[in-house]
């Protein structure tokens, strides 16, 4: 009898939530809005800061469920560029109901959207923020120093957790590989580090951890060490500051909290029986590149190269692991060969 009346509890639970939740689509000029939930009223619940950088790939489910348990049960809103509203199920399933709303806010062109009234109050009143995975050029070329942005920006001082995969991953450091001229391949960054299609922006946001940083994303899989060794290089030539580089491979997520202390969680993913392929990786330059100039192979020596599993974490306070039992290596490129020191010979 017991396990009948827990059963139908439970059952009834679950019932109560999907009669009280709601679908809502809202459409304006160069965007639309659609939320699943208690969509109709707004609330005001205690929140805690963080950001989430999720690398691509696979959903991280513990990186999902502990954004959206920082929103203390308020309203989770997702960005995009372009893409549909495939984050709104998934998340307000993860939460078993225990948010008010999930809602996609779809913007599909440059101007007005970026200060639209709706826009800004639905970013204003959010209690947490994710950037889809898509086309960061769109984010970046349509978004920078928008009223919108500067919402954005209000809300890690509000306490607000603010996420984002692949793209939105590659856009929450201060530094940026834009791929305002498309992607470019790890050869052709090495080969030229001022190579047209290595655009590199910044000052997007400015998330405090991450001051000085470039993300990189779809790491291993997309074999992209060369290209981001390059990146930091390029950061360090721009700006005339030390530069530290952050990247995850997919299905792999660093969960930074507001002392700065940062976390990896996976969703453990493996290639012909290996190991998990789920890492982070954070690059951390002895000094500046040797040769980063035009249409000149690059010569950068001496990058220290942590590369951090699952429940290892990371300080970004003092730059360093928060802890010591974590793998470290060192990457080297001689006019636009890279080689590795302390792995083996292996570049991963």
Request: with cysteine; charged share 15%; net charge negative.
């Amino acid at each position: 009898i017991f396990e009948f009346d827990m059963w139908a509890v439970l059952l009834l639970g679950l019932c109560v939530n999907l009669i009280a939740a709601t679908n809502v689509t809202i459409t304006g000029e160069g965007w639309t809005y659609v939320c699943v939930g208690n969509c109709e009223t707004d609330v005001r619940t205690p929140t805690e800061g963080g950001w989430a950088l999720i690398g691509g790939g696979l959903w991280v489910d513990d990186a999902y469920t502990w954004m959206i348990n920082r929103a203390g049960g308020g309203d989770v809103l997702v960005l995009r560029a372009n893409g549909t509203d495939e984050y709104n199920d998934y998340l307000y399933g993860l939460s078993q109901g225990h948010v008010n709303s999930v809602a996609s806010l779809i913007i599909t062109e440059s101007g007005s959207p970026s200060s639209d009234p709706f826009v800004i109050n639905k970013i204003r009143s959010c209690e947490a923020l994710f950037f889809g995975g898509g086309d960061q050029w769109l984010y970046y070329s349509w978004w920078k120093g928008t009223p919108m942005i500067r919402e954005i920006i209000n809300l890690s001082a509000r306490n607000v957790t603010i996420g984002g995969t692949s793209a939105g991953m590659a856009i929450l450091s201060q530094w940026n590989f834009i791929a305002g001229f498309g992607t470019i391949y790890s050869e052709q960054a090495l080969q030229d580090p001022f190579n047209y299609q290595e655009s590199i922006g910044t000052d997007f946001l400015k998330n405090w951890p991450l001051v000085n940083v470039i993300n990189e994303v779809h790491f291993l899989q997309r074999d992209r060490m060369g290209r981001f060794i390059s990146f930091v290089a390029r950061v360090i030539t721009d700006s005339g500051k030390q530069a530290m580089g952050v990247a995850c491979d997919e299905a792999t997520a660093i969960l930074i909290t507001p002392d700065g202390i940062g976390e990896v969680v996976a969703t453990p993913t493996f290639t012909n029986g290996t190991l998990p392929n789920n890492k982070a990786y954070f690059a951390i330059p002895a000094n500046a590149p040797e040769v980063c100039q035009e249409k000149t192979p690059l010569t950068f020596s001496n990058v220290r190269m942590y590369r951090l599993g699952e429940g290892d974490k990371f300080d970004f306070n003092l730059w360093k692991p928060y802890g010591s039992d974590v793998f470290v290596y060192t990457v080297n490129v001689t006019q636009g060969i890279l080689t590795t020191a302390g792995n083996n010979g292996q570049i991963y």
